[in-house]
């Protein structure tokens, strides 16, 4: 279904005002990682106002959507995206990392908060978003689960466990989103580490495997509408991004993977944002 | 003065027929499968010999065979944890508690979540399949992880009886099973407790404490020592951690030294367990006996346990040697 012109510009606007908050998140901590969630703000803000049902009325129940941040570094975006959705105080969201917050530097499972789980250390995410997915079905919820992860990520070989395990129990209820921004700590993802066309790995493993661009709202949102078409076995949308997207001295750096600006720097992003 | 606390009842030595821990393992979970639907059983391509089989054909829409994939098992254990499932995960020692140990400890100990590692063929007691898998450190591997109860049951009885409780305490616990056919030691109306250590036999002059397969043998010990007057009290510590801090304490004061016994590496697991107690609470001296920094060999169980000193007649040589050393 295609959504209405004002829809996508709320969520562009989410989208914005994520961005708007990692920056000014990161820069308080005086550490942390921006280019990860810039990148991810505007698949991020389709998923979390258009599909992921999650509200602070029914964080708690049992039958509710799950949400698996593979790539817990870039919880920043999350947490702000939690707090659009009314499950983090906004004022909560300056103590990202300082000690004493809720606001971990990766996210640890809080309920309450509406995190359904603790992430940080890559590949372990899709494993435990298949599990859901296999409980979820056992008793007989329509809950959708949701996990992200990154080419990065899929470097590691738990997320080819999950993939094999996931399509052999046909976890049709099940999509992954991957953050493909081709960028990893140590510089870009193909002379790293070249995990190659993963839409072609996702579809070989038995998925059903799409590829987007992961800052085309209404591109997303068809991904995610046919994802859910699919019953019989669970969805892999490859979004394609742009590493610290908004930000022009950010966009497309590795350098911007996991520092945090300093206040000129954030003066100057914030400037281009506005 | 706190009061001396009671034996254990044991079968009559002439009463203890064998069996192997991961046998009484499967016939638990079945039990358990009948009694409490929440439970989920997931197993990694193992679950013939880790004896998970008999729940898969009872229960096989809460069953999970995860192939040959054991991290995988793991995060899937976690994620059906988060579902309000009750998960038991197993396969060989080595493939559960040494494959996949940081996933353990990410996605099962971080968030405290409701999965029970039941881990089979620990130790050198699988025998010829050699050191590739003769896991001897998962013990360690497993205490050193906040919120994980680690259980290493002696007998089948008690096995029984561990997996029952592991149920009934919601969050990480790890249960080290054994393939070989042990004597049962414990009569029915033995009561296992997490976190409670068990007098088998009553003695001042030396403790021996010991856990799983080691157990039998410590007992065949405090029987060669009393043939030399000496009368060594037998403790069987199911439970690594927490350790009986308690019991320890009071038997260190009693014997005034502790030899401890285990089918493991002496460091990380139940010799340190123990020293840690004696140190913090009456310090006495004390010896383990265990894998000493050395990997296994194949052999049968009962040549592997006898070469690294694991039998009674060994452990007793090396109580007396530890009395010497009593001030």
């Known amino acids: 279904m295609s959504l209405t012109q004002s829809r996508i510009e709320e969520i562009q606007a989410a989208a914005h005002q994520v961005r708007v908050d990692v920056l000014r998140m990161v820069h308080a901590a005086t550490c942390g990682h921006p280019g990860g969630p810039l990148g991810m703000a505007d698949f991020m803000a389709t998923l979390f106002l258009e599909h992921f049902n999650l509200t602070p ?163 997303v949102n068809d991904a995610l509408e046919a994802a859910h078409g699919v019953l019989d076995r669970p969805s892999a949308i490859i979004a394609h991004t742009t590493i610290g997207k908004g930000v022009s001295f950010m966009e497309d750096q590795a350098s911007w993977h996991g520092v945090a600006p300093n206040d000129e720097q954030l003066a100057a992003a914030l400037a281009e944002l506005a | 003065m706190t009061p001396t606390p009671a034996t254990a009842p044991l079968l009559a030595p002439g009463d203890r027929r064998k069996m192997a821990t991961r046998e009484a393992y499967g016939e638990a979970l079945l039990a358990l499968g009948r009694q409490n639907e929440n439970v989920v059983v997931l197993d990694a391509d193992l679950s013939g010999s880790t004896k998970t089989k008999a729940f898969s054909k009872a229960f096989p829409e809460r069953f999970f065979n995860m192939g040959v994939a054991e991290a995988n098992m793991v995060g899937n254990a976690a994620g059906l944890a988060c579902m309000g499932y009750t998960v038991f995960a197993s396969s060989f020692a ?26 089979t063929h620990a130790g050198l007691t699988v025998g010829e399949d050699g050191k590739s898998h003769q896991m001897l450190e998962d013990v360690s591997l497993m205490r050193v992880l906040p919120h994980m109860r680690v259980i290493v049951p002696a007998d089948g009885v008690e096995a029984a009886q561990a997996i ?46 010991a856990c799983g397969v080691a157990v039998a043998a410590a007992l065949e010990a405090a029987d060669v020592l009393a043939a030399s007057g000496i009368e060594a009290r037998v403790i069987n510590f199911a439970t690594i951690d927490p350790i009986d801090v308690q019991l320890v304490a009071e038997s260190a004061a009693r014997c005034g030294a502790i030899l401890t016994v285990e089918e493991h590496q002496i460091r990380g697991a139940l010799g340190d367990a123990v020293a840690q107690a004696v140190v913090r609470n009456h310090p006495v001296p004390m010896d383990m ?19 690294y000193g694991i039998d009674g007649a060994s452990i007793a040589q090396r109580a007396q040697t530890l009395l010497r050393r009593k001030a």
Not at chain 1, 170 to 183: C, S, Y
């Open chain 2, 289 to 307: 006996i265990g894998m000493d920094d050395a990997f296994g060999q194949s052999g049968t169980a009962d040549e592997l346990l006898v070469h």
């Open chain 2, 164 to 209: 029952m409780a592991v149920a009934d305490a919601p969050g990480p616990c790890y249960v080290r099973l054994s393939r070989a056919s042990t004597p049962l030691l414990f009569s029915d109306d033995y009561r296992f407790q997490i976190g409670k250590g068990a007098i088998l036999r009553e003695g001042s002059d030396v403790c021996l404490a």
């Open chain 1, 57 to 219: 009325a029914n964080r708690l129940a049992p039958d509710r959507d799950r949400f698996v941040l593979g790539n817990g570094h870039t919880c920043a975006g999350y947490y702000a995206l939690l707090a659009q959705k009314g499950l983090i105080p906004r004022e909560e969201l300056l103590s990202f990392r300082k000690f004493g917050s809720r606001l971990q530097g990766h996210p640890h499972r809080n309920l309450d908060m509406g995190i359904d789980f603790s992430t940080g250390s890559l590949g372990n995410s899709l494993s435990v978003a298949a599990g859901m997915a296999l409980g979820a079905r056992m008793r007989g919820y329509d809950s959708r689960i949701y996990s992200v992860s990154s080419d990065g990520e899929s470097q590691e070989g738990q997320i080819w466990e999950a993939a094999t395990s996931a399509a052999h129990y046909r976890l049709g209820n099940l999509t992954v989103i991957v953050d493909f921004n081709n960028i990893q700590i140590d510089g870009h993802m193909r002379d790293v580490m070249n995990v190659r066309d993963l839409r072609d790995k996702y579809d070989a493993f038995g998925w059903h495997a799409t590829d987007v661009d992961g800052h085309d709202v209404q591109a």
């Open chain 2, 94 to 119: 080595m493939f559960a508690a040494g494959k996949p140990w940081e996933q353990i400890r990410q996605s099962i100990c971080v968030p405290e979540l409701d999965v029970k590692i039941c881990a």
